[in-house]
């Protein structure tokens, strides 16, 4: 099996099967979602006073579809400070209130989802059924949210020192003015999901989105004021991330940021400065595991979805997969089959399984990592090639085989549609080889004994494990937190501590009748020994 697509170009026969591309000089404004009227009036949501602006350009075809202003440190500056102003009378209304626009904006976004997808599929290049994931996505968290609200934010009542005499008040306050730094594969999404329960928790945000991918979450911030949000409680700033990042981190109450580790780690610097609190989901070296009772199939279908969703280019996607010896030539044979199946188009239409990578930078990335890999002695059992004829930047969905530790994409993160592939002979082995690196973010395992496979995830150091599942179990599974360990990053979104970490705990004591000293003439010694013999007492009542 391995012989048989040594060739590391190809045929049409050999390889993934291929829609027509667009043609250039496509009208983009054929699309609603890109009418000039339309994207005129999704740029001028934007705090950018500098005149400035730079031209984004589909990846689907290389034609152009906006000129996006630019912001400078004195927009960042007016946007906070309107900001503040709309978050005082936004943490004043009722938690109820909240609520409802939320689910306000989780009906808007299932009736515009055409729209939404369409202008997604422009701005990234992505497949149209990747694209739908994103909608999908914030409907739910925007519905989990507006539905737990009360569980996360009401007033919880504690337990006293002193039974009957000390009330204890905890209270959820909002932190204030949320930054929101967003990338750019997944635009939408990553673009609303940690700013809604920042919203919900009483607070202001202000967002930098990635430059490539600014209309996306431009209408995102047209469809909150749309469901009833405030004006100026969501504000979006632009411009290079070395140059807008550390203003907005400047600013910020608290940060939210998305993307590379090594900026991650330059946000977290500047918010330790500030003495503030930052939640960072960072890159990661996905582990998917193939034990020996799996159901091949299932995992080779699986298997297709966690390399190639997005064409790689997303955070939970794996890059490394260790298959049992007991399976390893039945699963490479299905999940090669499964690859080379696979339909690429630069289209708006339903059918394609993977679509165009972002930018000529990410794809310079990826043929670096497979040519580096080849040259060293890695081979190609599918894919490893660019298509130049889809588009731009597409690159065909690439498995390897024989990839070892001198070769860059054995420890780095590809961000693109290429997987290694590993014998493993026991599970301690692979769980040990998964845990190698820095990274920590999600994992897969396969098996047909889910509760070993639980058992198993334990030892795996990554915030999220799916079984018998891609990344989509947990993704979608909005009570499940999600983030990374290690170099993945700091904090979590989704679940309760998604929304915890927007609010600062202030508890509240009231005591009645008895005061905290001696009373009637008592010495210290005396009130010590009366203290002392009350914790006893309390031990044995059983309080805590």
């Known amino acids: 099996m391995s012989d048989r697509n040594s060739d590391r170009n190809p045929t049409s026969a050999g390889g993934p099967l291929v829609d027509g591309p667009l043609d250039p000089e496509h009208d983009v404004a054929a699309s609603y979602a890109l009418e000039p009227e339309h994207v005129a009036s999704l740029t001028r949501r934007l705090v950018a006073t500098t005149g400035r602006t730079v031209e984004v350009r589909t990846p689907l075809t290389g034609a152009p579809l906006a000129h996006v202003p630019q912001s400078s440190a004195e927009?960042?500056?007016?946007?906070?400070?309107?900001?503040?102003?709309?978050?005082?009378?936004?943490?004043?209304?009722?938690?109820?209130?909240?609520?409802?626009?939320?689910?306000?904006l989780h009906d808007l976004i299932l009736d515009r989802q055409d729209e939404i997808i369409d202008l997604i599929v422009w701005e990234?290049?992505?497949?149209?059924?990747?694209?739908?994931?994103?909608?999908?996505?914030?409907?739910?968290?925007?519905?989990?949210?507006?539905?737990?609200?009360?569980?996360?934010?009401?007033?919880?009542?504690?337990?006293?020192?002193?039974?009957?005499?000390?009330?204890?008040?905890?209270?959820?306050?909002?932190?204030?003015?949320?930054?929101?730094?967003?990338?750019?594969?997944y635009p939408f999404t990553m673009a609303l999901c940690d700013g809604l329960p920042a919203l919900l928790a009483g607070n202001a945000v202000v967002a930098k989105p990635d430059a490539q991918t600014m209309l996306s979450a431009l209408y995102a911030a047209q469809l909150l004021e749309e469901a009833g949000f405030p004006a100026d409680l969501w504000s979006v700033v632009a411009g290079p991330g070395s140059e807008i990042g550390p203003e907005l981190v400047a600013r910020a109450d608290y940060v939210c940021f998305t993307g590379s580790t090594a900026t991650g780690r330059r946000?977290?610097?500047?918010?330790?400065?500030?003495?503030?609190?930052?939640?960072?989901?960072?890159?990661?070296?996905?582990?998917?595991?193939?034990?020996?009772?799996?159901?091949?199939?299932?995992?080779?279908?699986?298997?297709v979805r966690a390399v190639f969703s997005n064409a790689g280019q997303l955070c939970v996607s794996s890059e490394?997969?260790?298959?049992?010896?007991?399976?390893?030539?039945?699963?490479?044979?299905?999940?090669?089959?499964?690859?080379?199946?696979?339909?690429?188009?630069a289209t708006l239409d339903w059918g394609n399984d993977m679509g165009s990578l972002i930018s000529q930078q990410q794809l310079d990335t990826v043929t670096?990592?497979?040519?580096?890999?080849?040259?060293?002695?890695?081979?190609?059992?599918?894919?490893?090639r660019a298509r130049p004829d889809l588009g731009?930047?597409?690159?065909?969905?690439?498995?390897?085989?024989?990839?070892?530790?001198?070769m860059t994409c054995f420890g780095e993160e590809t961000f693109g549609p290429v997987v290694s592939l590993y014998r493993f002979h026991d599970e301690a082995d692979a769980v040990a080889r998964a845990n190698a690196g820095d990274y920590?973010?999600?994992?897969?395992?396969?098996?047909?004994?889910?509760?070993?496979?639980?058992?198993?995830?334990?030892?795996?150091?990554?915030?999220?494990?799916?079984?018998?599942?891609a990344f989509a179990a947990t993704f979608a599974s909005l009570d499940a937190p999600m983030g990374g360990m290690r170099a993945s990053g700091?904090?979590?979104?989704?679940?309760?501590?998604?929304?915890?970490?927007?609010?600062?705990?202030?508890?509240?004591?009231?005591?009645?009748?008895?005061?905290?000293?001696?009373?009637?003439?008592?010495?210290?010694d005396t009130y010590a020994k009366v203290m002392t013999a009350n914790l006893r007492l309390m031990k044995k009542l059983g309080r805590a």
């Open 124 to 185: 990234s290049g992505k497949a149209r059924k990747h694209a739908f994931d994103e909608p999908l996505h914030v409907a739910l968290t925007a519905r989990y949210y507006a539905r737990t609200a009360h569980q996360h934010l009401d007033t919880r009542r504690g337990q006293g020192v002193v039974p009957g005499l000390t009330r204890i008040d905890v209270n959820r306050v909002p932190k204030g003015v949320v930054g929101v730094i967003s990338p750019w594969n």
């Open 392 to 406: 731009p930047f597409f690159y065909e969905p690439t498995v390897l085989e024989d990839v070892t530790p001198e």
């Open 440 to 469: 920590g973010l999600n994992a897969s395992i396969y098996s047909r004994d889910t509760a070993r496979a639980r058992d198993l995830a334990r030892q795996v150091k990554c915030g999220t494990v799916n079984v018998n599942e």
């Open 267 to 303: 946000v977290a610097q500047g918010c330790a400065d500030r003495l503030i609190g930052c939640s960072l989901e960072l890159g990661g070296k996905n582990p998917f595991l193939v034990l020996r009772d799996a159901d091949v199939e299932r995992a080779a279908e699986g298997a």
């Open 75 to 104: 927009d960042v500056e007016q946007a906070f400070a309107r900001a503040r102003r709309a978050q005082e009378a936004w943490a004043r209304t009722s938690v109820g209130e909240r609520a409802a626009a939320l689910l306000r």
């Open 490 to 524: 700091l904090g979590r979104r989704q679940g309760a501590e998604g929304i915890a970490r927007f609010t600062e705990t202030q508890s509240v004591a009231t005591q009645r009748l008895l005061r905290f000293g001696p009373v009637l003439g008592m010495s210290d």
């Open 368 to 384: 670096a990592h497979v040519d580096d890999a080849v040259a060293k002695g890695a081979r190609v059992l599918t894919g490893g």
């Open 320 to 345: 490394r997969m260790f298959v049992a010896d007991q399976v390893y030539d039945r699963f490479v044979e299905r999940f090669v089959s499964r690859t080379e199946s696979m339909t690429l188009g």
